[in-house]
């Protein structure tokens, strides 16, 4: 299967700790998406990188969080010193930015972080 | 602010009948509209797209209808199946004009549960 996948699938860490995810998108597209998803909510953007440039950030991306995508491949978000307000499904997304109608983003299974 | 609204929680329809979710928006930029369908600790799987110079797009049992004045889109499926059941999404974004698009965002969601 080639679409998103992300990694690892579940995390629970303590408060305090610092946690770090992985996305490795469909492997022709040049965008990668970052959202976070709490109970009863939709989706909520955090940041996107075309190729290895971080584009926007969206202001619920605290100075905790730091997220990069070095050689435009997979990408890393990483939460430090992580609160219980963290917990949520971190989701990853990719698209292949083109010259046409807006570029469909492609969801991988998420990542769920439990914070203690 | 909730620039997109779903304001049904959930929805029950009977197999075989018609399944109809609605999607409201608030901001006169989006011009392009996504739905999304969510089934339980996967990410959301992209169902059917419109932009904002259309007002119908039908592939396989699900259309969507976009009345712009009225700033409202809703996602027809006909016949409903069981393999139906799960959370949508409504989502928009903008962009239409540009170099493909930039963050999504998305409503809350609709619990479609289809009764055998």
């Known amino acids: 299967d080639t679409g998103v996948s992300q990694d690892p699938r579940h995390k629970i860490t303590k408060r305090g700790q610092n946690v770090t995810f992985r996305c490795d998108p469909i492997s022709e597209h040049n965008r990668l998406y970052w959202y976070r998803q709490t109970l009863g909510q939709g989706p909520e953007f955090l940041t996107y990188f075309q190729n290895e440039a971080q584009l926007e950030k969206s202001r619920l991306l605290s100075d905790r969080f730091s997220a990069e995508r070095p050689k435009g491949s997979f990408s890393t978000l990483e939460i430090q010193r992580t609160e219980q307000g963290d917990s949520a499904m971190y989701l990853c997304?990719?698209?292949?930015?083109?010259?046409?109608?807006?570029?469909?983003?492609?969801f991988g299974p998420g990542t769920r972080l439990t914070v203690l | 602010d909730q620039q997109v609204k779903q304001n049904s929680p959930s929805l029950s329809v009977q197999e075989g009948r018609i399944s109809i979710l609605n999607c409201d928006y608030t901001?006169?930029?989006?011009?392009?509209f996504l739905w999304y369908k969510k089934y339980p600790a996967e990410g959301p799987t992209f169902l059917i797209s419109?932009?904002?110079?259309?007002d119908k797009n039908e592939d396989g049992r699900f259309t969507v209808f976009l009345n712009k004045s009225a700033k409202h889109l809703s996602l027809h499926i006909v016949p409903s199946q069981p393999g139906d059941s799960a959370v949508y999404f409504c989502?928009?974004?903008?962009?239409?004009?540009?170099?493909?698009?930039?963050?999504?965002?998305f409503g809350t969601g609709t619990r479609l549960t289809i009764i055998p």
């Open positions: 419109i932009s904002s110079i259309k």
């Open positions: 989502a928009a974004t903008w962009g239409l004009d540009n170099f493909g698009n930039e963050k999504l965002t």
């Open positions: 901001n006169s930029m989006f011009d392009y």
């Open positions: 997304a990719s698209s292949l930015a083109g010259p046409e109608t807006p570029d469909t983003q492609y």
